[in-house]
């Protein structure tokens, strides 16, 4: 069960390391929108490190998605 739990944050951290590209964001910039420290984006990205749902819904709201777009691995990116 933790390697599953492992590829699931790996692949949340893919996912928002994606989204974040696509809007052109630094790890600063979502920073800032966020309000998720810089070092916590990096370990997220990353899959190191767990995500707690309010986090989740300040990286939709700084990323202009909705909630389920960060679950969407293999969806297309939004607008």
């Known amino acids: 069960m933790e390697s599953q739990i492992d590829n699931e944050l790996a692949a949340i951290g893919k996912r928002l390391h994606q989204l974040r590209k696509h809007r052109n ?26 995500i707690e749902v309010i986090t989740l819904i300040k990286f939709s709201l700084a990323l202009k998605v ?14």
Do not use: W
């Open 25 to 50: 964001l630094t790890q600063l910039d979502l920073e800032v929108a966020s309000g998720i420290p810089n070092a916590d984006i990096s370990r997220i990205e990353n899959g190191k490190k767990n």
């Open 66 to 79: 909705k909630l389920m777009e960060i679950f969407n691995y293999d969806g297309r990116l939004p607008k």
